[in-house]
């Protein structure tokens, strides 16, 4: 798919998801989602007094944790490129009452000085950038030194299980989807981008290569999801 043409599609697949786009999580991963964010969190590291940048911060839920551990003496920043998902995040976390930055941008082109953050957080939006080593490169950079990125995607499910997964993503989760958010294509695009993306060995050689150190990673969920932590030495 042309760049152009990618963008364009991710753009209407959250404009039109965006109102059901929590409710989805839960059936679609029984719940599980909420597990695999807060070991995500767990694996930030983040503490009282951080700076901690949220990309493709979507409806907030990595964001609200982040925040409660930065505490008053820290700083969350809410990013995304999509605003109808921005305006979710930020009133969750305002409903919580907590009152973050909220900042519309393009992953690949982040509008924060070099060396802005302690910590960079990417949950689930990775897969749905066009030009990943970018959007890495970028994340690099806003980074200060010692700082981590964490991503937590969707990565390759253990290979035993691939033929049912197969099946719950090409034929469940379009008709979830045209059942309760009325967009059976949005979450066929959802099945096709994870194939799309990265494998957990692939990820980590992108991560090293944009320039990040000590990468690993952890599977969740036999393969179904991954998260990947890397550090800025440099």
């Given at each position: 798919?042309?760049?152009?043409?990618?963008?364009?599609?991710?753009?209407?697949?959250?404009?039109?998801?965006?109102?059901?786009?929590?409710?989805?999580?839960?059936?679609?991963?029984?719940?599980?989602?909420?597990?695999?964010?807060?070991?995500?969190?767990?694996?930030?590291?983040?503490?009282?007094?951080?700076?901690?940048?949220?990309?493709?911060?979507?409806?907030?839920?990595?964001?609200?944790?982040?925040?409660?551990?930065?505490?008053?003496?820290?700083?969350?920043?809410?990013?995304?490129?999509?605003?109808?998902?921005?305006?979710?995040?930020?009133?969750?976390?305002?409903?919580?009452?907590?009152?973050?930055?909220?900042?519309?941008?393009?992953?690949?082109?982040?509008?924060?000085?070099?060396?802005?953050?302690?910590?960079?957080?990417?949950?689930?939006?990775?897969?749905?950038?066009?030009?990943?080593?970018?959007?890495?490169?970028?994340?690099?950079?806003?980074?200060?030194?010692?700082?981590?990125?964490?991503?937590?995607?969707?990565?390759?499910?253990?290979?035993?299980?691939?033929?049912?997964?197969?099946?719950?993503?090409?034929?469940?989760?379009?008709?979830l989807g045209k059942v309760v958010a009325g967009n059976a294509?949005?979450?066929r695009y959802l099945a096709e981008s994870i194939r799309m993306?990265?494998?957990?060995?692939?990820?980590?050689?992108?991560?090293?290569?944009?320039?990040?150190?000590d990468v690993e990673y952890w599977n969740l969920s036999a393969?179904?999801?991954?998260?990947?932590?890397?550090?800025?030495?440099?």
């Amino acid at each position: 798919m042309p760049p152009e043409d990618k963008a364009r599609r991710v753009a209407g697949v959250f404009d039109a998801v965006a109102d059901q786009y929590d409710v989805m999580n839960d059936l679609m991963s029984l719940g599980l989602h909420r597990m695999w964010k807060l070991f995500a969190v767990e694996r930030a590291g983040v503490r009282p007094g951080d700076r901690v940048l949220d990309v493709a911060a979507g409806s907030g839920d990595l964001a609200l944790a982040l925040a409660r551990r930065a505490g008053s003496s820290g700083q969350v920043w809410l990013t995304d490129i999509n605003g109808a998902m921005l305006a979710r995040g930020r009133d969750r976390l305002l409903d919580a009452g907590i009152a973050v930055p909220v900042v519309q941008c393009d992953a690949e082109k982040l509008p924060f000085p070099d060396r802005s953050f302690d910590c960079v957080t990417v949950g689930f939006g990775l897969r749905n950038m066009t030009r990943k080593d970018l959007a890495l490169t970028e994340m690099q950079r806003v980074l200060r030194s010692g700082g981590r990125l964490i991503v937590l995607e969707f990565s390759r499910v253990w290979k035993p299980l691939s033929r049912l997964y197969d099946e719950y993503s090409f034929r469940v989760l379009p008709w979830l989807g045209k059942v309760v958010a009325g967009n059976a294509a949005g979450y066929r695009y959802l099945a096709e981008s994870i194939r799309m993306h990265p494998g957990q060995e692939e990820l980590k050689t992108l991560m090293e290569q944009c320039g990040f150190d000590d990468v690993e990673y952890w599977n969740l969920s036999a393969g179904v999801v991954a998260v990947h932590r890397g550090v800025k030495y440099r």
